[in-house]
Structures are given as C-alpha cells and as structure tokens.
C-alpha cells in the first residue's frame, strides 16, 4: 500500500506541448491528469518564440494556478511539471520547471526521475565557480549545458545528457525548441502524442486522453527528440542503452487508465491479481482491495478465484492537507483516519485482503486490524508485488533498507508482523508474466532492483542519494 | 450519473454526541466521514452544561477547522453538520447548526430535509414579530419551539415537531439535552450508536465506523429521543407514522460502507446490477461503471451476466473548487474534465455502461460520447433506478419537473438523446427486490415519488419549494 | 494615550447615503474615513428599491471588500458600518450592518453607542418567543420595531426608539427610505452631507470631504429623519432632550479633520495644548506629543510655551493584526514594539510630554521610561483631559472603575507610579474653554460623567453593561 | 511628494547581526523599523555556524512571517532584507537575502543601491557560463565572489567588491562571518551598532532604537568590515573613496528619528522648512505639510516664520494594498483616496503648502486643487529640495529625465502648471547648510547629481539602468 507510506512516494510528472495557441491551458489540463505523481508542486513555463516566462507555486496545480496566472502565459509553447518533494527540499525555489533567463539564451527545465551521479556533479561545478540555487538534480543539467555553451544548443545538451546518469526524463525548453530526453535504461515512462498540428509529450498516456490528443509511441531509451517549428527530429545521444522501466509503475505509480508500452496499466494490475489467484489461492468468502491502487488486482484474484469481489474499505475522499490528525488517544478509540473497514460486508467473513506493496508493513498490520476489529474471522494477504529488499535509487523514495520489513524478515515473519492468517506475495516470474512485455532480455526490460538488488547502473553517489528526488 | 448533475444533488449530514470528553473531535471525525452529503459548509456546536459555543463556516470540514478552532471547543456533547446549498442560500448564515443564545435557554439545531410548509410557517411568524436572519428551513423550528416558550422544552418541541411538515431529521442541543427527531415518513436515514458510554447519531452508519462507535438502531418515523446525562429517553411525539425512507439513498446518495435499516448500501447497488444483468441482459465485452457511485452495481452487472468488470472511466481525485473549466473551443478540441476514458480497455469493444440514474440526460450523452470517441464500438447503458419523472419535495434538489428527461421523453427518446446503442432501466419492482427491505405495505416502506408521482405527504408550498433545501 | 490601552477603545463608525448611483462605491470610501473608529469588522447593505441586500466580514473595510463584493452591490441606497469589538463579542455575526429579510418588508440597521436598557429589553423580548442571533445591542431594535409592526413603519420606529436608553446613533434602511435617529442626548457625533442630489449621514464630518460631500448640519438629539426620494422628512422621536455629547470625541476619538458641531478636532486640541500651557508651565527644552492623537496639542502647547515642537516618538506605521510581539526577554533588552524614542531629540533634554488621557497608566510609564532610556534629563507629563474617574456605559469600553488609575490614585501618585518628573491634567474649565462649545447650560452641552461621575442618564443594566458596545 | 509618486520610490534596507541567540527575533524587528525603505519583499537568513537557511517572501515582514516562520530560524547571526521592486522585477526569486547553499561554502546576500555596471558583468558571466536565476543585481556579487573562489574568501570578496561600480551596502553572511561593504562613495547610510555583545549593522540608526543598540558609527566608503567571533575586523578594500551620500536620504528616504553621519533627519527637515521660511518667506494664514515626509519641514518653516502650524491635509492610515481606487467618474465627483484636505483649517485661508519635492508635478497640481476645492485662498507651495533635473542612477527609481516636470519646465512654468499662487524651491547652498554635514569638498559630501547632473561616478550601463533596483 505505498500511497499511504511515508518516505514511498509518487514521482514527479512531466507535460511539454509545441505548436498550439492555448499551449498553457492545455499544459494545465495534462498536468492535472497527472497531479497523482506529485502534489507539492507545479509549474507551467512558456514561449512566444520570443521569450519564455512562468508561474509556478506550492500545491496542486489547481492552487497554484487559481487566480487567473494562466491568463499571462501566452505562447505556441510551454513545458510544465508537478513535484513530489521530501522534506527539506520543499522550498518554492525547488518547483520546477526551472527558468533561466539569460543574455546567451533563456532556458526552462522539467524533469522526472533521479540522478545517480548528482551530488559529484554538483562539486565539480561549484568548484568551477557555479552558483545553484535549488537543492534539485534538474539544476545540474542546466548548469552542464551553459558550461557546454560554446557548442551549439543540441550538441550541448547531447554532450551534457551524456555526463548525467541515473533515472531520468527531461524537457527543456528554449524559444525554438523544445527537447525531450530520456535516459539510456528508459527508466521513467515518457511519451509523444500529437493534438492537431502540435506536439504533446507526458510522462503518462492519461494525459494524452484528458488533452484530447493522439498517441503516437512511446520515447526510446537514449533519445532525444527536438521538436520545433520545423517538426520532430529524432536523434540518440548515446546508443549504449538497455530498456528496464521501473516495475513500480505498473505495480502502483502510473494512473490505471495510462498505457505503458502499450499496456494498459489496469489491465497489467488485473493480471497481477489473477497470477495471485493462481499462485496463492486461498478458502474465502470475499476479495477486497485496499483502494485505490490496489483495486485492480482486487478484481482479478475474484474473476479467477470465483470468490466475489467486495467493497470492505472505503477511502475518504475528502482529505486534505489540513486534516487534522485524530490523537493517540482517538486513534485507541476506534477513530479512523483516511481508510475504514465495512463491518457489513467483513463481519463473519474469511477475507482475501490484496495490496500491492508492503514497505515497512506498519500500514498492512493496521488495516489487518481493522479488519479484525470490524468482524472479519480471517484476514488473508495477498500482495501483487515481489518483496521490497532493497532501495530505489532511481527515483522512488524508499529512504533506506532497514526500513523495508522484507530486507530483514522472512515472508512468515512479515505475516507474524502484520498479523494475517496467510501473507503471500506474487513470484517476479508472475509479475512479469502478469505484466506481458514482450522485450528479450532479463526481466523483458523492466528494472527489479528493488526485488533482486541487481541494480542496471552503476551508483555513483550511494551515500547522498536519499534525500533529492524530483 | 447524479453527482455530475448541478441541480440534482446530495443532502447535507448531521451528527451529534452526549457524554464525550472529545464531543467536538468526535464530531469532526465523524461529520467528515459525512462530507459526501454537503460541501458548501459545515459547522460544531458544543455544550459543556452551562453554555453553548460554536464555530462555523464555508467549505469544506476540514478547511472550516483548519486553524485549532476545534481546540476551543470544550464540552461533553456536541451536534454537528455538513451543508449542501443551493445558489442564493449559500451564506455563511445559512450554515448550521444555528445557535440561538439566550437568557432564556440557549438552542441550537442541525437539520437534513427539507420542509413542505416551512414557508407558510415563517410567514405567519413574521406576522407576529419573528424575525428571521437566516433563509433555512431550520430556522422555523426554533421559532415554533421559543413561541411554544411557556411550557417545559420538551413539550415545546413535541408541539412544534407536529406543526411542521415533510422530510426532516433534528438535532437540538441545549445545555443540559440533545433532542433527536425524525419525520413520521422518516424520509432521512439516521441511526444511533454508543461509544463507550457516550451516545452518538449520526446521518449514516459510517460515521459510526469512523469513530469506532457501536451501532445500536435506526431512528424511528416520528420518534423524538431526548439524550441527557440520565441516557435516553424514547418518545414519539407523534403516531401517525408511515416508513416511506428515500429511495435514493439506497441508489445514490449515502456511502457504500452505510448500512440503512440493516441493508448495506453498497450491497444494495451490486444487487441492483445483478437484477438488471436479469432484466436487460446484453452481449457485451466490458462492463464499466460511471464512478464513484455506480461501481457497485457496475460489478454486480458483471458477476451476474459473467462480462468482466474492467475500468473504463477513470475520475480525476484532484478536482477542486479552484479548477479552471476548459473554454467551449478546448472541449471541442477533445479536453476532458473531470471524467476521462480509458481507450485501452474501450476500444472496439461493446460496452456495458453502468450509471445510477438519468436527470437531464446530458452528463449521459457525453460519457456515451467519450466512449464512442475512445473507440468503442456499442454502448448499451444501463440505469440502476426507473425513470425519475417528477420531482422531489423532501430535499433532492431536481428543481423542475421540465429538466427531467423522462418526464417528457420516453425511453427510446432517452436512448436517443443520450446516444446510446441500448437504454434501460431496472424496474420499480426489480429495484425493490435489490434492495430488499422487509417493511410490509406499499413499496416496502420506501418513497417512490420520484418514479410514480405519488406523493407520501401533503405538499403545502408547492411553488416556493424549489429553491431552500437543508 | 486611549488608542495604545486594550480596554478603552475607538467606537463603531456608521455612513448612509440615500439617491445615489454608486451607493455602495461611496459608503465604501465613506466608511474608509471612519475606519479609526472600527476595525474589527466592516459592513454594507444596499436597496435598489425592491429588495435589500449587503455582505459584511471581519476585518478592515479594505480586507473585507477585496476581492470584488463591491461589484454585486447594485443600489440607490446604502448604510454601513465599521466596527470595534470586544472580546467575546466578536463573531462574524455581530458584524453590522444587520439584516433581515421577512416577507413582511426587509429592513437593515447600523448602530453606534451602547445601550444602557439592552439586557433588560433583551430579557423581555425572549420571554415573549423572539430568538436573538447576535450579541449586539443593535438587534434589540429591530425586534423592538418588528414588535410594533402592525403600526405604519415610521411610528413602529418611534415607539421603539423610545424605548430603548442610552447612548445610540441608528441608521435603518429599508427599501423605500433610510431613518436617521439620534439619542436624546446627542452623545455620539451624527451629520448630514449632500453629495449632488444625494444625501448623506456619517458619524463624522471627514467622511463628507472624502466623497465630496458638503456638510448641511449635525443631527439634533432626539431627532429622526426619513431620508426617501421624497427628499428629507424632519421629526422629533421625542422632544426631552439635553445634549451632552461625549467629550472624548474631542479629545481623542475623533479623526483631526472631523468638525463636531462646527469645532474642528484638531483646533480644540490645540487649543488643549494652549491651555494646558498656560495652566501647567514648566521649564524646558523640547515639547513632544504621543502619536498620532496628541500631536495637535503638543503642537499647541509649543506654540503657546515657546517651547519647540519636535518629533521625540516615532510610531512604526506598518503595525499589522500579525506583528509579532516581542517576548519579555527581549523587552526588557530594549526592543521596542510600535512607539520609538529619538534619542538625538530627546538625549540631554528636559522634555514635555504631552498625551490625551491616562487610562490605567501602564503606557505612560512605559513611554517614560523609553525617554528617560533615549538619554531624556526630565519628562513633564501634561494629558489634555482631565482625570479619568469613572466608568462610560455610553460606549467607551474602559471596563471597570478598578482599572482606572485616577479613581483610586492622587495625582501625585500617578506621578510617582509612571515615573514623571512632574504630572499636570488640563482642568475641566480648562477643557471646556479649549473645545468652546456655545451651547448653554452646564459644561456646555457635553457628557462630563468618565471626570465628574455625574451621568447624564440613568444607568438600567449598570451591571451587565461592560461587555457589550457597538 | 517623492512616497505619492510610482516611480520614484523608497530605496530597500538591510540588516545584520552576528553574536546574539535571537538573531532572527531581532532582525525581524529591525527590518520592521525599515520598512518604510521597502515593501514588497522580506526576507531573513541565519547560520549557526555550521550551516545557513532563511525564509522570505513578497509583502511586508509582517505578512511574510506571519505564520510562525520565524521559530524555525535559529543562529546566533542573521541578516535581512526588505524590498522595493520595480514592475517587471516584483517576482519571489529576487525577493532577498540571496541565498546559495554549496558544498564549498554557502553564503547568502542582502543589498541596498544600484550598480552601474551589473549589466555588462552580467554578460560577461553568462559567457563564461554562470547561471542567474534572478534578475537582480545582487546576483552579481555572488557570481563574482564564487568565481574568484579558489582565493580566502575575505580576498576574493575584496576583489569582487572592485569589480562592481555604483551605490551599494552590501552585507554578505557565511557559516563563519559576516561582511559588511560599503561603495566607495558611501552613497546610501550604513551604520554599526553594539546590543550587548552582538554587533549590529543596519540601513537607519532608527533599527538600532527599536532593537535596544547602542549605535557606534557610520561604516565608511570603501570600508569592508569582517564580523565574526573573534570580533569586528576593519578593513577597506579600495582606498580611493569620495563621500558623496544620496541627498534624498536626509530629504526623503529616512525616517525622520534617523541620524545620518550622526545628523538627525527631523532636525535636517526641520532646518530645511527654517532655511525655506527665509529663502521664500510669503503672507500667510497657516502652514501646512504633506503627510508624512514633509511635516518636519512644515513646522520649521512654521517656527521660523511665525505663521501657525496647522494639520490642513490628512493621511488615510489604513490604505491596504486591496484598496479600491475610486473611478475616474468618482474622482471628479470629488472622491478623495489617501489624502485629504481639512476644510475648517484652510476655507478662506492663505497656505503655505510645504511639500519635499517634485517629481513629475501630478500629485502636487492635485493637492494645490484638493486645497482650493476646501476652500483655500491662496496656496503658495514651498518645496524643501531644489528642482530634480536629472536622473538618479543609484538606486532612486526616478525613471527617465522626460518624467521629470523641473528637466524641461521652469519655476513659472511649473508653478502654473501644478496652480499654485506662487512656488519656491530651497536653493541647494540652503540645502547643504540646512544639512549641515561639516564634511570638507565640494558639497560636503553629498551627492547632488539629481539637481545639478554631476555624477560622482561613470554610468557604465546607462541605457538599461532604468528597471532594475535592489
């Protein structure tokens, strides 16, 4: 259930159009579709071919854009991101997209994902005299590409794409162009997709719907497309890669409705469900997912299993940031915070609880217990995701091994611990299998570094990775 | 599709509490599980046996008790609401509970419902020197009850209770009792749970799950409990009384996890799918629901007919009072609002569209349209209540009997109207059966107003009824 | 130094305007004026000739009307209001002016004073059933007319405006006249403008010249007008009157640029400093006033001492509802809050201080202090009212007997307790001949009893009377 | 009327302390006592000698640490910043201190003035590949000290500090010290103070009063202090200096209970009005000034000429910055905004109307014609700083010479312009004995440029001077 857990997060989202009057307004509209990748920050900056300007603030896009902004960013372009951010790194200067006005040319910056060789990067250019002013990854690219200046733009950003490493989709945007680059594994999700005569590029296929526009495929791994008045042009910045997307966008990040690869993401989750079904199947008298990721998977273990799929939990939809939190002593009471048990429904019944994740299993062990509270006579776990062992560099903010329950204890201990009848997780040949990529190679192209360890880059900057995502 | 309807819309929530140290906590965890039936504003009052004090606003509950005004709620009992307001009686007057302070008892009221003679009453006490600050129904009451004044309050309110008329559900607060009362249709859900030894009521059960309280029952037509610190004490301050409870909140309006009389609102609408899967059956390849409310019985159409249950309308969590609606020129171009397909799972397929009831008809056509332009190749729509012909008197706001699509079109107009391939409904009898009631007489103790035009009650305002509901 | 002292405080401000296209727009600048009387909340309600209508909030009237409301105020006509609460006092419903809508004709009021029968009129009207929303003296008149309602409106309003005691200056709007009452004893300034053909009453001169307005003449006690497009009624609610307007008004309340009765504010405060030169001598090097009400009397007072004026204190002009205070520590470090010394002025001198009241005392010592600290060799103290011995129940909150230094303390003591070298208070004579009032009798027309004790009025509520001004 | 005009406006403030617990507390109140020198902008950075973090925002310190902000600044030294912002610069990202963290050392900014130069340095290092995020020129330095990096930080500070030309007081804060610069012609005031045993610096002496310190001296041109625990080092990093301090501060800028090279402003202002009263004597009833700058003046000249001092125009203290500017309809109705005049003191009156200066003469025709509406005679206007011919390149955002009513009009043509009966101007020697400074060369250490065209310094980049201030 990684929604719920603190230090597992949503990643940032990105959105970049070129070539359409109301490029502002529908960056609006694409990033809102991805407002589930990150909701502490958002940001939309655009061009007239002249110039470039922005506005960007804390909070949904929706906030930060409520008085009329949008009305003052006119322009054919506009490049725009929403942000998760861990704490400390919250400021306003953070919020992306970047925008640097300068003599030598403006430049605005968007990016998803997480750099593995940052914080080297970073000390080699303050050495040479560079000033940040954000504790962002996104920073170091701009800085690379300025340091790169005497090069023409495209051969700038080539050679600079080529100095990062790690996770990462980028767009940059200048007053001809807008560039957009992935990095060599393809680790983040990032697609192109045309609305008229322009061009639209989202981190997610969701966007692509809401916006009214037209996928066209999927961006490849080392590429870098430059998209201006004259069209798309297709070029590699470098063609050592190797495609292992990031499983947890299957598993929990990506919207339900968003294609990755062209598999739609339910779809992919339903699946999971059903190999659950058939690898750990269970005597129950319903299935119920904890929503809203795990809802999905919830409906394929029932299909398959036959057991009928309930609504046990229901989620508050109205919680907001200034929910104030019950006491220790409501909470012993029997308050309940966002998520509540069905007693109707769960009382008396032998229950197939299906989750997608357990990082710490804290959150696991309390709705067990809500279960049990509201009458349930067995309380069955099923996860769609292979065990957390080891930390995400990449992007996803797993803070450190020790605090996954799976890097330390055997499944019968996390069962123990959160106090199920049966704790069973999907095999990564099930997950695979569920999700149905159909690349060659180990892992049929995704990452599963978080699973096996086996991590596809090396990782330069181990020690200060925790705490800067974008 | 109601909730997408302006003009057709929730009701508000009440809550209240008797001998709790957190009375008003437990208020706001409790009315925020409530939020689903009024988000215009929202409201505490609490006791502490000498006087009353409370707090009020706009919004959201949690944006009203966003700045420790709930710290400076001390009491041991509390009534609570969250308000749906139509244009015109939106003020901040309007948001209850009201409180009336005074030196001869102090009073405050919280009221779901809506009167049919509230009108005529506030006329004839204007007559006589009343005036009113305030356009809500509720106000009447605590009028009828000061100008009873000479006798002892609870007779004042048994007497005043029997002046007005229609659908209301009442808590007053005083310094020493909370007075709950329900209409002799008992037209609004409402229930009584312990907590420990506090009492607590609520507008739906799930409250009760939310602050851990135990359900004891509902709340009988024409009954008036009086909770004090001596327990309760059951009344009825009438005996003409005849269940008519509302249909739609079975249907549409209460939470899933509610239970109404016993029956699981979420159980209710999957078996409402099951009994349409008998009574229109269709070859089809997907079946979706309208969410959130229509989920339910999309899934019980699923089990029964064996289609898969696939999700083909995604909603957007992040929908907030500040978003900017797309210009009629972007909407054209395709962008969508708060609703969006999912042209993986509809395209070429033949669709089952699960919705909970057709008020205008143009919500209807423009999510057939979004499915067709997703690419699905049939859609078939299937309606979880008959045909809503006539309008509500007792706190649904339809406005007018002319906005009703079926009111004036038939079925195959409907079908028409909306784009649909196939349209229909589930019968009156069907949907008795899905919902299950065991009450004797005529529709089993529900009102079918809405659907037949036969009104359980008088209705003395007729025209002026429109526009104050609580 | 009233304005610095929590507990005695600025009075409510009232404007109407009668015949004018932009009603709402001048109360608007109008009440602006008048804001040093009120800042607490501020309010407007206009008629257009068939309804009324108004919107009022806590706050400033700029805060308040930010954010467009002004624009849907549509109206020929206006009354407004700005208001000074006390704690306990000041909820959003006490915010004025008050409306009520009744199917018998709406009417609007805005009230400044304080009545000295309110609670017993209250009590009244509750034991016969009316229900009061509002803690304000200002709702007792609007039951008191509703009451006599089967009466032609204006002698409802006669009647009841005999009825209540005290201190009041109303403005009553309906949607075919403005009435305009002045207590018996005029103790509360009130003047009629013209604005082109409209006309216009506000509390104080200053709001005429801020909308252009010219002055015709000030209400007399006892008098009401009835304001219509049939021009301007004159009438005498009653015909027992003794003006004894309220003599803070002139030494403090009012804005400089006020004229009461003809006298400018600032000229007699001037005239206060020259008296108080001529009764208090003393030898020194520089004369200073405490901003900003006693800088017309410092200025009087160098003028007619030879003394020069200079500017010894300084008041920070950004002190805002959100200042943070500084903590006790750093107080006593010498960090100063609103009021500063000048050292370069003050250090080596003799100084006169001149102030317009001492309330408890506390501010006066500590301004000493503060000069003595900035190197002064001598503070002379010389206030422009005489000594403040009793309590006003006409408006003025100074709460109890007990909190005024003067009623229990010689003057000496006073000395010795604010630390001054020598202490001087204007006499009443002195006063009187300052202000120059021509009207006949005793203390020539003005309300003496906060220096003699002898109240103009009897005093029903003596004991509840603290709490409640308007 | 220099605060009335858009254009020509207050100049920004900063402050520092090093060695004291509540260095933030502290500052807060010290900025506070600035905030006439800016409005638009707030910030403050501490460093408790391991590391530096600040909060800032737009609007005044109040509104930017209104929420508690401040409680989570801890250090034991901090500087701080309050804004002016012309149009087009108003954005968050140049709201200061500047503050970039870096893993060679991070070091934040606060400036006051205006270089001469900072556009070309800003290309310069742009070409060489440096990254602005801000428009502002306090980037500069920043850019400067970090490219000269590799030397002690002390010299590369230095250096940079003889790269940038024009007006500045800079105050730059490590982990380890805190450095205090001041331009070689000592254009704006600076000054030292001691608060136990923490060293204070500030833009006014009058934050020393407000914060309890006791002030030592004036820092000098060219002079950079290092202030740090080992104390106050002395240093100065040019020594071709050439006192020439902005005139306007002494006429406008400050607040009056400043001193200025130990010259307290009233006392200037008030010598200005003496110095006028002889220069420009006329006949007439009263003097009168225009709120708040020129009061001083106005009682000098009233003391020096005999005539009365009298409050004939009034401010409006609570001008928000939601206020409603009154139409243009309204306007000439004679709606008034911030200012107006007081009829009883001026109707039939000869006045002499002392204002500090003109700028484009717009605001002064309206007061002269405020001034005839109430009533006055005769208006003669007295002006306490000769013509302003020429425009300021230091920080005084005079916009272009074409705006200036004195670069293209004489005396006669602006006295008839702005209707006034006669004007005068202090002649420049009656400004610089009024001044008093005992400085030795050519104008005793002021500059004058603004009157007289000659620069104390070369305009390097005059053409794009004009929008860009700190």
New interface residues.
């Given amino acids: 259930m990684l929604a719920e857990i603190k230090g597992l997060n949503e990643e940032c989202g990105i959105f970049g159009i070129w070539g359409h009057t109301?490029a502002a307004?529908?960056s609006?509209?694409g990033l809102?579709?991805l407002?589930?990748r990150g909701?502490e920050g958002a940001g939309i900056v655009v061009t007239n071919g002249n110039e470039l300007e922005g506005a960007k603030g804390l909070g949904?896009?929706?906030?930060v854009?409520?008085k009329g902004q949008?009305n003052d960013l006119h322009g054919k372009a506009a490049i725009g991101h929403v942000r998760y951010a861990t704490a400390g790194g919250g400021g306003?200067?953070n919020v992306q997209p970047?925008l640097?006005?300068?003599?030598?040319g403006s430049i605005a910056l968007a990016h998803n994902g997480n750099l593995v060789n940052a914080s080297r990067l970073?000390?080699d250019l303050?050495?040479?005299?560079?000033?940040?002013?954000t504790?962002s990854d996104t920073?170091v690219l701009?800085?690379l590409i300025?340091?790169n200046?005497s090069a023409p733009l495209k051969d700038s950003i080539k050679a600079s794409l080529n100095m990062i490493k790690g996770a990462f989709a980028y767009l940059v945007l200048t007053k001809d162009a807008m560039y957009v680059a992935l990095d060599p594994n393809g680790f983040r999700p990032l697609a192109l997709a045309k609305?008229?005569d322009a061009y639209v590029v989202a981190s997610e296929t969701?966007a692509f719907?809401?916006?009214?526009?037209k996928?066209i495929r999927d961006i490849n791994p080392g590429e870098l497309l430059i998209i201006s008045d004259n069209g798309v042009e297709t070029d590699q910045f470098t063609s050592s890669v190797n495609h292992t997307i990031c499983s947890m966008e299957y598993i929990y990040f990506s919207?339900?409705?968003s294609?990755i690869d062209?598999i739609?993401v339910?779809?992919a989750r339903?699946n999971m469900g059903r190999v659950l079904a058939n690898e750990a199947p269970v005597e129950a008298d319903v299935v119920i997912g904890v929503p809203?990721s795990s809802?999905?998977a919830a409906?394929g273990y029932a299909?398959e299993s036959g057991i009928?799929?309930?609504?046990g939990l229901?989620k508050?939809?109205?919680?907001?940031r200034?929910?104030?939190q019950?006491?220790q002593?409501?909470r012993e009471?029997?308050?309940?915070m966002k998520l509540?048990?069905?007693?109707?429904?769960v009382e008396g019944k032998r229950v197939v609880m299906v989750d997608d994740s357990i990082v710490r299993g804290t959150t696991s062990r309390r709705i067990v217990q809500m279960l049990r509270d509201?009458g349930a006579s067995e309380v069955h776990v099923r996860i769609g995701a292979p065990p957390l062992k080891n930390p995400c560099y990449y992007g996803i903010d797993t803070s450190t091994r020790e605090e996954l329950i799976a890097a330390t204890n055997t499944i019968e201990e996390i069962c123990e611990e959160i106090g199920a009848d049966s704790l069973e997780f999907i095999s990564l040949e099930g997950l695979l299998n569920a999700i149905g990529r159909n690349h060659e190679g180990p892992n049929r192209g995704q990452c599963t570094a978080c699973f096996t360890g086996k991590y596809p880059t090396v990782i330069y900057d181990e020690n200060e990775l925790v705490h800067s995502h974008n």
């Fill in positions: 109301d307004q529908i609006y509209y809102h579709s407002q589930h909701q949904l896009i929706t906030e854009f409520s949008l306003y200067e970047l640097f006005q300068s003599h030598t970073r000390k303050e050495m040479q005299g560079s000033i940040f002013q504790t920073e701009a800085h300025k340091r200046g609305l008229g969701c719907d809401v916006v009214g526009a996928y919207r339900p409705d294609n062209n739609n339910h779809a339903k809203d809802i999905s409906v299909e009928p799929y309930e609504l229901i508050n939809r109205y919680v907001a200034t929910f104030i019950p006491s002593e409501l009471q029997g308050v309940k509540s048990p069905v007693r109707s429904i509201a």
